[in-house]
């Protein structure tokens, strides 16, 4: 089952954007982890904005390597300058339906 990591982010002080986008990507990938976007382009269709800035999805194989990633020592200078210039929301969804009715997603409890 893959497990997707939404991370709503709402940049203030942009100090620590580079290093983290040169360098986290590698940590997502050592814990099996996969970038399917990481954009500021956000057009919100419908309901009122996010008050947001960027917006990345990770696929990972198991909600187990999101929190290994996240827990990853290597990590937690990135995520406490993260943490510093933004306000940031994580949130992990599987990949099945709750409906139970699309036939190719695993049926959600």
Known sequence: MAIYMIADIKVTDNKWVPAYAASVHELVHKHGGKYLSRSGNIET??????DTNLIALIQFPSTQAV????ADPKYAPFAAARKDGSE???QLIDDTDLAGTIPYLPKGQ
């Not at 269709?45 to 996010?50: D, I, Q």
């Not at 929190?67 to 996240?70: A, D, M, P, T, V």
């Open 67 to 70: 929190k290994s990633f996240l």
């Open 88 to 90: 940031s929301r994580f």
């Open 45 to 50: 269709l419908e309901g009122n904005p996010p």
